[in-house]
């Protein structure tokens, strides 16, 4: 099972996301979160396996996000998933540690490819491939 934190501004970002991982075999959605405050409140509690990230959130970045699980639970996966998919975001979240990098307008499909990728990873050999622009 690879345990999933939605962490978003916006609720249809959000909504969109916990549909898709429904389809998804082996993923469990923990926990959403609009703003960097609670999540990385609930990552210092119970860190997932991934964390679907936004860039822009309600009462920060999702950089801020980045940076806790970076310098806190190495093993979590985070993938950007953000409007804000111009080259110098894309650049500056992959070097912050981000396994991966999607445009929402765009990425969508390969997004779910790679969660199914980690999912059945995860469920068989727990090794892990990387997202999309790492």
Known sequence: MSTILIVDDSTVARQMLR??????????????????????????????????????LVDGSGLEVLREVRA?????????????????YRKRCLRA???????????LQALRQDLHRLAELRRESGSEPTGRGA
Not at 26 to 32: D, I, L, M, R
Not at 72 to 88: C, D, Y
Not at 97 to 107: E, N
């Open 72 to 88: 806190n639970h190495q093993r979590t996966k985070v993938l950007m998933f953000t409007n804000h998919a111009e080259e110098v």
């Open 97 to 107: 540690g981000a396994h991966g990098f999607y445009d929402k307008k765009s990425d």
């Open 19 to 56: 549909e898709m991982l429904a389809e998804v075999a082996g993923a469990e959605v923990v926990g959403e979160f609009a703003s960097a405050a609670p999540a990385i409140e609930s990552l210092r509690g119970n860190p997932p396996d991934i964390v679907l990230l936004d860039i822009q």
